[in-house]
């Protein structure tokens, strides 16, 4: 905005509005070297320390259900994957197949299954200092980058073999390159040309694309853009509004004014901004319709969500970034109220338009998504809300750099890593994931194989596996295939690669008792509540084995039969 200036040396000279586009410099180039150069080491830096925080001791959990799911839909041949995506989990084909050509360069492990997302952490921490220090300042943005590692869903998904830590990296990504179109299109004027502001909403328009296909609920963070920039618009009239009526004001009193050019600039500024969101939204919305409609046939998989309750309040206040947290939640909580006190007080200046950008990110995917659940069908899962990290870890830090001592701001931190420490190191537990024992089962397994007589002809049958009715306990062996390797899988019916959905099909026991025939040693792996063993012990003792030795381990019972 124009400045509004008093044109004599004393009180009593009525003041005069002169024009700043005569006497103003040009604002600052906002190309991505000069934006993003000057951050570079502070990003970096963080990005690095996002990584190294997210990748400690993440070999430790065992892999768990939803990692499993990853692991059998990216290890299958790209025709296998097209044929599964027509019934199911279309939802993650673009990062089943990001993780298929992972594979082929570090082939799966439990560990190389979680390294993608400890960096893709590492880059959307990075993204986030950047993103930070446009809209407010460096120590803003160093804090908000700190605060991100801190976050207890960051820890989490950053040692988590799904797309959401990816979905954080494109949230950040996507809000960044609309901060710096929207900054382009303001600079028009001043040597920009129309090209190249267009080039940045086609940038928007291609990178949300990309984004809602690798995680769909994004497309609720482009609507959350509209509220940033209709506001924009709304803020530069008012200002505009304001400028006019003081020239008026002016004008009464017999004062010389000439309107200033600024406040009439920002509002059609702002205006071609919010067509430039509209324009990229709208071709982004269009290129992701057909996949939305499909992923919609496709809903039964989320049947296990409940409708919002009561309870839903505390997944979206605790769970929902900070993973259940408590104390962690109450601290992030205070702080970012007290960023809203900072902000309306207006304590920290360089912090203008923060607020329009942030807050929608924070609020409008969750309300829409709580929304949608409550009206339509129950899409809600705390998890999904993930991509909201940085926004949160943002909005606390305008608070805690606002703090004039810089080793109060040291305490602040510490207090946020005591608080975090529980959690972080119940993550790195090795039934961390869901109490899943998986690595357990296949250690023992092993173990007990490797004191066997060299030629033991064996076989395996697999149970159910726990809590999730459509898996059999032969998901440990897709995640932790070494252990079973040379192993008779001799009720296999229909392998889960060659069906048209996650996992396989296999006869019932008594169907094939006759494959025992040439097996010295059989192992029964069930889950504990869906007990298999009374049935098993039966059956094959029937054609001469009985039972050796049992195990119970969590979840699960492993049982060797002999003959």
Same mark, same amino acid.
């Given at each position: 905005m124009a400045d509004l200036r008093r044109t004599a040396a004393d009180d009593t000279t009525p003041p005069t509005v002169t024009r700043d586009a005569e006497t103003e410099?040009?604002?600052?180039r906002s190309s991505p070297a000069r934006l993003l150069g000057r951050r570079h080491t502070d990003a970096v830096l963080i990005g690095v320390l996002a990584t190294l925080v997210s990748g400690a001791f993440l070999w430790v959990p065992s892999v768990w259900y939803d990692e #499993?799911?990853?692991?059998?839909?990216?290890? !299958?041949?790209?025709?296998?994957?097209?044929? @599964?995506?027509?019934?199911?989990d279309l939802v993650h084909a673009a990062y089943y197949a990001s993780m298929h050509l992972w594979f082929d360069v570090f082939p799966y492990s439990p560990t190389s299954l979680r390294v993608p997302s400890a960096l893709?952490?590492?880059?959307?921490?990075?993204?986030?200092? /950047?993103?930070? %220090?446009?809209?407010? &300042? %460096? %120590?803003?943005?160093?804090?908000?980058?700190?605060?991100f590692v801190l976050l207890p869903r960051v820890t989490w998904m950053g040692g988590e073999g799904r797309s959401y830590a990816l979905s954080a990296l494109f949230a950040v990504a996507l809000t960044l390159v609309l901060v710096v179109a929207a900054r382009r299109t303001?600079? &028009?004027g001043h040597a920009r040309t129309r090209r190249s502001i267009t080039l940045w909403w086609v940038g928007y328009a291609v990178l949300a694309v990309v984004a809602c296909a690798f995680f769909l609920y994004i497309a609720l963070l482009v609507v959350g853009h509209a509220l940033t920039m209709l506001v924009r618009v709304l803020r530069d009239r008012r200002d505009h509004a304001a400028e006019r009526a003081a020239v008026d004001e002016w004008a009464r009193t017999g004062a010389?004014?000439?309107?200033? #050019?600024?406040?009439?600039? /920002?509002? %059609? /500024?702002? !205006? !071609? +901004?919010?067509?430039?969101?509209? +324009?990229? #939204?709208?071709v982004a919305g269009l290129a992701s319709l057909p996949l939305a409609w499909f992923i919609a046939s496709q809903? /039964?998989?989320v049947s296990w969500i409940e409708r919002p309750s009561f309870s839903t309040l505390r997944g979206v206040l605790v769970t929902q970034w900070f993973q259940g947290n408590e104390n962690f939640a109450v601290f992030a909580l205070v702080c970012a109220g007290a960023t809203l006190v900072v902000l309306s007080l207006r304590l920290a200046p360089a912090a203008r338009g923060f607020a329009e950008v942030v807050l929608p990110? @924070?609020?409008v995917p969750t309300v829409g998504l709580v929304g949608v659940s409550l009206v339509v069908d129950p899409l809600y899962s705390p998890r999904y809300l993930t991509f909201g990290t940085p926004a949160i870890a943002m909005t606390m830090a305008v608070a805690v750099a606002a703090i004039p001592w810089r080793r109060v701001i040291a305490l602040v931190l510490l207090v946020a890593v005591v608080l975090t420490s529980p959690t972080y190191v119940e993550q790195r537990q090795p039934e961390a994931k869901d109490s899943s024992a998986w690595d357990q089962v296949a250690d023992l397994v092993a173990?007990? !194989?490797?004191t066997e007589a060299p030629g033991t002809r064996e076989g395996v049958v697999f149970g159910p596996v726990r809590r999730h009715p459509k898996a059999t306990s032969r998901i440990i062996q897709d995640t932790y295939p070494e252990a079973f390797r040379g192993m008779s899988d001799f009720t296999l019916e229909t392998p889960g690669y060659e069906t048209d959905g996650l996992w396989e099909t296999q006869y019932p026991l008594g169907d094939v008792l006759d494959r025992t025939d040439d097996l010295d040693v059989v192992w029964l792996i069930t889950s504990d509540k869906q007990d298999w063993r009374p049935r098993v012990t039966e059956q094959l003792g029937s054609v001469g084995f009985t039972l050796d030795q049992e195990w119970g381990l969590t979840r699960t019972n492993v049982l060797k039969f002999t003959r």
């Open positions: 410099q040009p604002p600052t #499993a799911a990853t692991v059998v839909s990216a290890t !299958r041949t790209w025709g296998q994957l097209w044929a @599964m995506i027509h019934t199911v893709a952490t590492g880059v959307a921490a990075g993204l986030t200092v /950047s993103l930070t %220090r446009i809209l407010v &300042d %460096r %120590r803003t943005a160093v804090v908000a980058g700190l605060l303001a600079e &028009d010389v004014a000439v309107v200033p #050019a600024s406040g009439a600039t /920002s509002v %059609r /500024s702002s !205006r !071609r +901004a919010l067509l430039g969101w509209f +324009a990229g #939204a709208g809903n /039964s998989q990110w @924070m609020v173990g007990e !194989r490797a």
